[in-house]
Protein backbone atom coordinates (compact mmCIF):
# COMPACT_ATOMS: atom_id res chain seq x y z
CA UNK A 1 0.00 0.00 0.00
CA UNK A 2 0.81 3.43 -0.84
CA UNK A 3 2.37 5.21 2.46
CA UNK A 4 3.06 8.99 1.52
CA UNK A 5 3.48 11.30 -1.64
CA UNK A 6 6.92 11.80 -2.06
CA UNK A 7 7.24 14.02 -5.32
CA UNK A 8 5.17 15.28 -8.67
CA UNK A 9 7.31 15.52 -11.12
CA UNK A 10 6.91 18.32 -14.69
CA UNK A 11 8.52 17.62 -17.77
CA UNK A 12 10.11 21.25 -19.44
CA UNK A 13 12.01 22.33 -22.30
CA UNK A 14 13.97 25.70 -20.32
CA UNK A 15 15.25 24.49 -17.35
CA UNK A 16 17.00 27.67 -16.04
CA UNK A 17 13.89 29.85 -16.55
CA UNK A 18 11.90 27.26 -15.16
CA UNK A 19 13.99 27.26 -11.77
CA UNK A 20 14.37 30.69 -12.17
CA UNK A 21 10.32 30.80 -11.46
CA UNK A 22 10.17 28.43 -9.11
CA UNK A 23 12.72 29.85 -6.84
CA UNK A 24 12.31 33.84 -7.66
CA UNK A 25 8.44 34.16 -8.17
CA UNK A 26 7.04 31.15 -5.64
CA UNK A 27 9.51 31.72 -3.25
CA UNK A 28 10.72 27.38 -3.25
CA UNK A 29 13.58 26.10 -1.82
CA UNK A 30 15.60 24.19 -4.33
CA UNK A 31 16.55 21.16 -2.35
CA UNK A 32 18.44 19.32 -4.41
CA UNK A 33 19.63 18.55 -8.76
CA UNK A 34 20.61 14.96 -10.46
CA UNK A 35 21.03 13.69 -13.63
CA UNK A 36 18.84 10.20 -13.82
CA UNK A 37 20.25 6.91 -15.69
CA UNK A 38 18.74 7.64 -18.47
CA UNK A 39 19.74 11.20 -18.64
CA UNK A 40 16.78 13.23 -17.52
CA UNK A 41 18.09 16.52 -15.77
CA UNK A 42 16.53 16.76 -12.47
CA UNK A 43 15.73 19.45 -10.18
CA UNK A 44 13.93 19.36 -7.01
CA UNK A 45 12.02 22.04 -5.04
CA UNK A 46 10.03 22.23 -1.83
CA UNK A 47 7.45 24.57 -0.37
CA UNK A 48 7.94 25.98 2.97
CA UNK A 49 5.96 23.45 5.37
CA UNK A 50 5.38 21.12 2.85
CA UNK A 51 7.69 17.60 2.94
CA UNK A 52 6.37 16.66 -0.79
CA UNK A 53 9.10 17.59 -3.62
CA UNK A 54 8.20 19.05 -6.71
CA UNK A 55 10.65 17.75 -9.79
CA UNK A 56 11.22 19.79 -12.56
CA UNK A 57 12.53 17.47 -15.68
CA UNK A 58 14.30 18.30 -18.85
CA UNK A 59 14.73 15.14 -20.75
CA UNK A 60 14.88 16.26 -24.67
CA UNK A 61 14.49 12.56 -25.54
CA UNK A 62 10.92 12.78 -24.48
CA UNK A 63 10.34 14.99 -27.75
CA UNK A 64 8.29 18.27 -27.09
CA UNK A 65 6.46 19.20 -23.98
CA UNK A 66 3.10 19.58 -24.70
CA UNK A 67 0.76 21.20 -22.02
CA UNK A 68 -2.83 20.83 -22.64
CA UNK A 69 -5.16 23.61 -21.16
CA UNK A 70 -6.62 22.79 -17.54
CA UNK A 71 -4.44 19.19 -17.41
CA UNK A 72 -3.08 19.68 -14.52
CA UNK A 73 -1.83 22.20 -11.62
CA UNK A 74 -0.04 22.77 -8.41
CA UNK A 75 -2.23 24.36 -5.48
CA UNK A 76 -0.31 26.66 -2.85
CA UNK A 77 -1.21 28.68 0.26
CA UNK A 78 -0.28 32.14 0.38
CA UNK A 79 -0.48 34.56 3.56
CA UNK A 80 -1.27 37.68 1.20
CA UNK A 81 -2.51 37.16 -2.47
CA UNK A 82 -2.28 40.90 -3.47
CA UNK A 83 1.12 40.97 -2.22
CA UNK A 84 2.37 37.92 -4.15
CA UNK A 85 0.43 39.61 -7.27
CA UNK A 86 2.79 42.58 -7.26
CA UNK A 87 5.68 40.22 -6.48
CA UNK A 88 4.87 38.23 -9.60
CA UNK A 89 4.04 40.85 -11.90
CA UNK A 90 7.40 42.77 -11.02
CA UNK A 91 9.28 39.29 -11.75
CA UNK A 92 7.37 39.24 -15.43
CA UNK A 93 4.75 36.67 -14.43
CA UNK A 94 1.53 38.70 -13.81
CA UNK A 95 -1.79 36.48 -12.27
CA UNK A 96 -3.34 34.81 -15.28
CA UNK A 97 -6.76 34.68 -13.42
CA UNK A 98 -8.20 35.93 -10.11
CA UNK A 99 -8.32 37.18 -7.47
CA UNK A 100 -11.88 35.59 -6.57
CA UNK A 101 -13.03 34.81 -3.50
CA UNK A 102 -14.60 31.49 -3.06
CA UNK A 103 -17.87 30.53 -1.08
CA UNK A 104 -15.36 29.69 1.99
CA UNK A 105 -14.22 32.86 1.95
CA UNK A 106 -10.89 32.19 0.72
CA UNK A 107 -9.30 34.30 -2.06
CA UNK A 108 -8.30 32.03 -5.22
CA UNK A 109 -6.30 33.21 -8.14
CA UNK A 110 -3.97 31.47 -10.79
CA UNK A 111 -0.30 32.22 -12.48
CA UNK A 112 1.09 30.41 -15.08
CA UNK A 113 4.95 29.40 -15.28
CA UNK A 114 7.21 28.17 -17.69
CA UNK A 115 6.05 26.22 -20.13
CA UNK A 116 2.15 26.49 -19.55
CA UNK A 117 1.57 24.85 -16.62
CA UNK A 118 -1.10 26.93 -14.16
CA UNK A 119 0.04 27.24 -10.45
CA UNK A 120 -3.01 28.06 -7.96
CA UNK A 121 -2.50 30.49 -5.60
CA UNK A 122 -4.75 30.21 -2.26
CA UNK A 123 -5.03 32.75 1.13
CA UNK A 124 -7.19 31.17 3.40
CA UNK A 125 -10.29 32.67 4.75
CA UNK A 126 -10.16 34.90 7.75
CA UNK A 127 -10.06 33.42 11.00
Known amino acids: MVKKLLHTRYRVTDL ?17 RSESGRGSKLVFFKAPGSEELIEICKYDAS ?3 QVGPDLTHLAFEV ?6 AQHSAALGYPLSDGPHR ?17 VELIQPAAS
Request: hydrophobic share 35%; glycine share 10%.
Open 16 to 32: EKTITFYRDVLGLEEVR
Open 63 to 65: GPV
Open 79 to 84: EDISAF
Open 102 to 118: SSNGSVIAFIDAPEGYE
